[in-house]
């Protein structure tokens, strides 16, 4: 099994940047390709960026393309996403998961194991 823990939200002004970070502890993380997803009020959850578990490949939603950037760290066993230039929109409680099956996953039924979620809040 494998443990995840969101690290980094809290309340950014509009225009600024973030840094979310993941922990893992458990399973080798280099096993798993990871997935960060991120669900607003009263929206489903929706996948943003993923990175295949030796950072080979990387994705990113349209939502998110040119803003965001996903990072793997097997040694640290840590995923970070970065983001720049937030809007109100961004505005979501932020997850890490993580896959054993699917090659950089954006989707929720691919994934294998989450993390509890970090709140990221954007004032306009």
């Known amino acids: 099994q494998l443990q995840l823990v969101e690290s980094g939200g809290g309340l950014v002004e509009a225009g600024g940047s973030l840094r979310l970070t993941c922990a893992a502890s458990?399973?080798?993380?280099?096993?798993?390709?990871i997935g960060w997803f991120r669900q607003a009020p009263g929206k489903e959850r929706e996948g943003i960026a993923c990175?295949?578990?030796?950072?080979?490949?990387?994705d990113y939603a349209a939502s998110v393309e040119g803003r965001a950037t996903v990072s793997k760290d097997n040694n640290k066993d840590t995923t970070t996403l970065q983001m720049v230039n937030l809007k109100a929109e961004d505005t979501a409680v932020y997850y890490c998961?993580?896959?054993?099956?699917?090659?950089?996953?954006?989707?929720?039924?691919?994934?294998?194991?989450w993390g509890k979620g970090t709140l990221v809040t954007v004032s306009a």
């Open positions: 998961a993580a896959s054993s099956r699917v090659v950089c996953p954006l989707t929720s039924g691919a994934m294998d194991y």
């Open positions: 458990g399973d080798p993380f280099y096993d798993y390709h």
């Open positions: 990175i295949s578990r030796y950072g080979g490949v990387t």
